[in-house]
């Protein structure tokens, strides 16, 4: 991947970008802060709200990838599309815990809010791991090791799909036209 997609932008086309990255990641933040929690009881529908955290995800992400691909600057568009999915699968798993701990606190160390629900995912995502929060039960430990999982798929395959969308977008406008 080459950085040609990235020349010649005015900085209006740029200015515009980051503005709409930084209000998608702030709308995601702010929708997540609002969204009550609803309390289940114990571990009931777990699996479920996994499945549609995680299928929610892939079609947000199918979204983006065609809207590079058909958007005039590929570039500039696959930079807003990472402004959205990762805090999306952020906020995703975030929810999941917080509805896990909502349901029974014995689930980690400590009852979850939302901003410990939100900083134990981002630790998880980033590979730090500070060891305040902590699972109990054998469910949480699943599903953090399935955003481990999802996490590299994340880092190894979204990436590449989403600049590979902008470098197909960008070879497709400089093909000639038959």
Do not use: C
């Not at 995703?92 to 896990?100: D, E, G, N, P």
Request: a positive charge; zero cysteines.
């Amino acid at each position: 991947m080459t950085l040609s997609g990235l020349v010649g932008f005015h900085r209006s086309q740029l200015a515009k970008a980051a503005l709409r990255s930084a209000a998608m990641a702030a709308f995601l933040l702010a929708l997540y802060a609002v969204i009550p929690v609803a309390h289940h009881r114990r571990h009931e529908y777990v699996a479920l709200r996994l499945s549609v955290a995680l299928a929610f995800f892939v079609v947000v992400l199918t979204n983006e990838i065609r809207a590079i691909q058909n958007h005039d600057e590929p570039m500039l568009r696959a930079g807003v599309s990472m402004a959205t999915v990762i805090p999306l699968f952020l906020v995703l798993f975030a929810w999941i815990y917080l509805t896990m701990s909502a349901a029974d606190p014995g689930d980690f160390n400590i009852i979850l809010n939302k901003t410990e629900a939100l900083y134990f995912t981002v630790t998880v995502f980033s590979t730090v791991g500070f060891g305040d929060i902590v699972p109990k039960v054998d469910l949480a430990r699943i599903v953090i090791m399935i955003q481990m999982m999802a996490d590299l798929a994340v880092v190894a395959i979204v990436v590449r799909l989403i600049f590979g969308a902008a470098s197909r977008g960008i070879a497709q406008r400089q093909a000639p036209v038959e």
